[in-house]
C-alpha cells in the first residue's frame, strides 16, 4: 500500500521555521542550511585551486619558462594541492554529510548543531589566510602540500600563517568528525539499526573515525614544526638532533588515511547511486561495509609506502609494500560487489549513473596504478615522476570529485525540488570524462620516461605528451564551468520534481520525503515501514 | 528567528539521549586530544632519550 509522504503525515514539517536575511547564515544551526554553505565554499575553492592548476598547465603547456618563474610555480603546485584536499573536496565531503545523514537515518538536525556552525564558519578564516599568503614577503608556501622539513622551515612570513590556517582546517574537519560520529550514534531514529544504515553514512562513520584518529597527528606535527621554528626546539631539525624524516612518518601516518578520507565518502555515493539507477539492492551490503572498515584499518599500517626512498630497512619495505597490496582485496570486494549490481539490471544512464561508472572505472586504474606504486623496486623508479601524479588523480579527480558530482546530481532534485537539465549536466560529463583522461593519462607516459615531478621546466623529449596534457587541462577545467550553472540554472527554473521520487529506482529514507526536502525534516521519526523499504539490501 | 528561539526537536529534548549525545562527544573529544598530546608527547621523548 502506498503510503502518504512525510509532511503530509505530519503537517508539522510545513511550519518551516525558516530564519531570513544574513542572520540565516550566520546563525544558521539548521544541518541543511550548513550544509548548503559548505557545499558553496567547497565550489568557490574548486575553481581557485582550479585556476592554479590552469596556471601550472600553462606554463607546462612547452618547454621554457613563459607565464611564471620557478618560485611561483613551487607556490602554485602546493597551494593547488592544499587548497583541492582541505578546501575542496574535505569541504564537499562533509556538505555532502551535513545535508544527508540526518534525513537518511531519521534524524531531526546533527546532534551539535552549534558546533556544526562553528565547524563551518573555521574554513572561510581559514582559506582567507592560507591565500593571503601571497601578498607577504616571500610569497605563498612553496615547499609542497607536503610540508616535508627542512624546505617548509625556510619560507619566510607565509609559514605561520600556514600553520595555522593547517591548524584551524584541522579543527573545522575534527569538530564535523565528532558531530557525524555523535549523530549516527545518538540520534538514528527507532528502528535504524546500524546495519539498516544507508552505505553512504556507514562509509561517513568510519571516515569520521579517521578524521578523529589522524586530524590531531597532523596538528601534532605542525604544532611541532611551529615549536622547532620559534621556540628553538630540534624536532626536525637535523643540526639539533633532531629528524627531519620522522616527519615524513608522522605527516604520512596522517597522509594515508586522508586519502581515504577522501575517498571512502565517494564509495558511499557510488553505493548509493549505482543500485538506484540499476533498479536492484546493491549486492553485498554487509560486504560493502566490511571491506569499508577493513580499508579504512589498513589505511594505518601502510604510510611508509611514501616514503620507500628514504632509506628504511628491508624488513619494514617488505612489510609495507605487502600490508600496501592487501589493500587491493577488500577494494576489490567493492568493486566486484558495485558490477554484480549492476549485472541484469534495468540499466538507465542518467548523469549521476554516468559519473558512478565513470568513477568505477577512472578509479580502479587509479588503483592498479597504486599497486604499480606499492612494489618496492619499481616504486623506486616510479617515486617523484610524474607517474605518481598520474595515480593520484586518477585516485582523486575521479575517485572524490567525480563521486561528488554524482552525489550531487543524484540528490539536487531533493534538494531544491526541481530537476536539472539533463541533457547539460550529460555534457558535462561526457566532456569531463573524456577531457579527464586527456590530461591525466598522458602523464603515465611521461612519469615512466623519467620526467620529475614539481618542475616548471623539462627536457624537450617531454614537450609532446606535455602539450596533449595541458590541453586536455583547459578543456577539463573550461568543461567544469557547466556545473555552477546547471545548479543554478536548476534552482532559478528546473522543472519541478513531482512526489517524493526523483528517480524511479531510489530508495532510503530521503526518498520519503517531499521534495524539496523540508527545512525542518522528521521532526517525526519516520515510520518501521519506511525504514524497512530504504533498507531492502 | 534562530535556532535558539526555535522549541527543541522532539527526540533532542529526550533527557537520555542528552546524556548519551553528551557522553559520545566527550568520549571523541578525549580521543582527539590523546592523539595530539601523545604523538608531541612520543616524539619528546623520542627527542630527549636518543642515544
Known amino acids: 500500500m502506498a503510503e502518504k509522504p512525510h509532511s503530509e503525515v505530519h503537517a508539522h514539517d510545513d511550519h518551516d521555521h525558516k530564519p531570513h536575511g544574513w542572520r540565516r547564515w550566520v546563525f544558521a544551526t539548521n544541518h541543511k542550511d550548513i550544509g548548503t554553505m559548505y557545499l558553496v565554499f567547497s565550489c568557490i575553492m574548486f575553481f581557485t585551486g582550479g585556476l592554479f592548476a590552469m596556471v601550472i598547465r600553462a606554463e607546462l603547456f612547452k618547454p621554457g619558462l613563459q607565464v611564471v618563474d620557478a618560485g611561483v610555480f613551487n607556490s602554485l603546485t602546493t597551494m593547488h594541492g592544499l587548497v583541492m584536499i582541505f578546501g575542496a573536496i574535505m569541504p564537499a565531503w562533509v556538505g555532502l554529510a551535513n545535508w544527508m545523514i540526518p534525513i537518511q537515518i531519521g534524524a531531526p538536525d546533527m546532534a551539535l548543531p552549534r558546533l556544526n556552525n562553528l565547524s563551518f564558519w573555521i574554513l572561510p578564516f581559514a582559506f582567507l589566510l592560507l591565500l593571503s599568503s601571497w601578498l607577504v614577503p616571500g610569497s605563498a608556501p612553496a615547499g609542497g602540500w607536503t610540508m616535508y622539513p627542512p624546505l617548509t622551515l625556510q619560507f619566510g612570513a607565509s609559514f605561520p600563517m600556514l600553520i595555522f590556517a593547517i591548524h584551524m582546517m584541522g579543527i573545522s574537519s575534527i569538530l564535523g568528525a565528532i558531530n557525524v560520529i555523535v549523530t549516527i550514534m545518538n540520534l538514528r531514529a527507532p528502528g535504524m539499526t546500524l546495519l539498516r544504515m544507508p552505505l553512504f553514512v556507514w562509509t561517513w562513520l568510519i571516515t569520521s573515525f579517521l578524521l578523529v584518529a589522524v586530524m590531531p597527528v597532523l596538528a601534532g606535527a605542525v604544532t611541532m614544526m611551529l615549536t622547532d621554528h620559534f621556540f628553538g626546539t630540534s624536532f626536525f631539525n637535523a643540526a639539533g638532533g633532531g629528524d627531519p624524516v620522522m616527519f615524513q612518518h608522522i605527516f604520512w601516518f596522517f597522509g594515508h588515511p586522508e586519502v581515504y578520507i577522501m575517498i571512502l565518502p565517494g564509495f558511499g555515493v557510488v553505493s548509493e547511486v549505482i543500485p538506484a539507477f540499476s533498479r536492484k539492492p546493491l549486492f553485498g551490503y554487509e560486504a560493502m561495509v566490511y571491506a569499508t572498515a577493513s580499508i579504512a584499518f589498513l589505511s594505518f599500517i601502510v604510510w611508509a609506502h611514501h616514503m620507500f626512498t628514504v632509506g628504511l630497512p628491508l624488513s619494514a619495505l617488505l612489510f609495507f609494500m605487502f600490508a600496501t597490496m592487501l589493500i587491493a582485496v577488500p577494494t576489490g570486494v567493492k568493486v566486484f560487489n558495485w558490477t554484480a549490481t549492476m549485472w541484469r539490471g534495468s540499466l538507465s544512464f542518467e548523469p549521476p549513473m554516468l559519473f558512478a561508472i565513470a568513477f568505477l572505472f577512472l578509479f580502479t586504474i587509479g588503483g592498479f596504478s597504486g599497486l604499480m606504486l606499492a612494489m618496492v623496486p619499481a616504486d623506486f623508479q616510479y617515486q617523484d615522476t610524474y607517474f605518481v601524479v598520474a595515480h593520484f588523480h586518477y585516485v582523486l579527480v575521479s575517485g ?111 526518498w520519503e520525503l517531499p521534495s524539496p526536502a523540508p527545512y525542518h525534516s522528521w521532526t517525526t521519526p519516520p515510520t518501521e515501514a519506511m525504514i524497512a523499504r530504504g533498507a531492502e539490501h | 528567528m534562530t535556532s535558539s528561539e526555535q522549541p527543541l526537536l522532539p527526540r533532542q529534548d529526550d533527557a537520555g539521549r542528552r546524556k548519551r549525545v553528551r557522553r559520545t562527544t566527550f568520549v571523541v573529544t578525549f580521543v582527539v586530544l590523546a592523539f595530539y598530546f601523545g604523538f608531541i608527547a612520543m616524539m619528546f621523548y623520542r627527542a630527549t632519550h636518543a642515544q
Not at chain 1, 536539472?420 to 591525466?440: G, P
Open chain 1, 400 to 510: 572524490s570529485a567525480f563521486a561528488i558530482m554524482a552525489g550531487v546530481y543524484y540528490w539536487l532534485p531533493k534538494w531544491v525540488g526541481r530537476m536539472y537539465d539533463l541533457r547539460l549536466a550529460t555534457w558535462h560529463f561526457w566532456l569531463s570524462a573524456i577531457f579527464f583522461n586527456v590530461l591525466f593519462f598522458p602523464q603515465h607516459f611521461l612519469g615512466l620516461a623519467g620526467m620529475p615531478r614539481r618542475i616548471p621546466d623539462y627536457a624537450v623529449q617531454f614537450a609532446d605528451w606535455n602539450m596533449v596534457s595541458s590541453i586536455g587541462g583547459f578543456a577539463f577545467g573550461l568543461s567544469q564551468l557547466l556545473f555552477p550553472y546547471i545548479i543554478w540554472k536548476c534552482v532559478r527554473s528546473g522543472q519541478r520534481v513531482e512526489g517524493t521520487r526523483a528517480w524511479e529506482g531510489a530508495r532510503g529514507l530521503e
